[in-house]
């Protein structure tokens, strides 16, 4: 069973900074892409940041409201995934999950998409 374990969140005011954490645990071979979704209150889930893997090519995708303020970043030897949110504002309030997808318990075993439980980032003034 893959589980993954998010830190970080907190109550800021606008124009700070936050560092998002994020470690995958467990047995799994491989896990393709990591990042980060984000939900506010009365809204659905929507992407924020994902990274790939080194052999998947570090490649990154940035919802287009965080382009510039936030950086992804991951290390793939200890399975980890990092969101630094810089000039943070009112409306990146929400609940951060960590999200794993490609995950293989093997070469050829892949397993369901995976979810952290959620950490809450609130900034307001």
């Known amino acids: 069973q893959v589980q993954l374990a998010e830190s970080g969140g907190g109550s800021v005011q606008p124009g700070e900074s936050l560092r998002l954490s994020c470690a995958a645990s467990?047995?799994?071979?491989?896990?393709?892409?990591m990042g980060w979704y984000r939900q506010a209150p009365g809204k659905q889930r929507e992407l924020v940041a994902t990274?790939?893997?080194?052999?998947?090519?570090?490649?990154?995708n940035y919802a287009d409201s965080v382009k510039g303020r936030f950086t992804i970043s991951r290390d793939d030897t200890k399975n980890t995934v990092n969101l630094q949110m810089n000039s943070l504002k009112p409306e990146d309030t929400a609940v951060y999950f960590c999200?794993?997808?490609?995950?293989?318990?093997?070469?050829?075993?892949?397993?369901?998409?995976?979810w952290g439980q959620g950490t809450q980032v609130t900034v307001t003034s």
């Open positions: 467990g047995h799994f071979y491989t896990i393709y892409k």
């Open positions: 990274m790939t893997s080194e052999t998947g090519g570090r490649k990154t």
């Open positions: 999200n794993a997808d490609g995950v293989f318990a093997s070469p050829t075993q892949a397993l369901p998409k995976i």
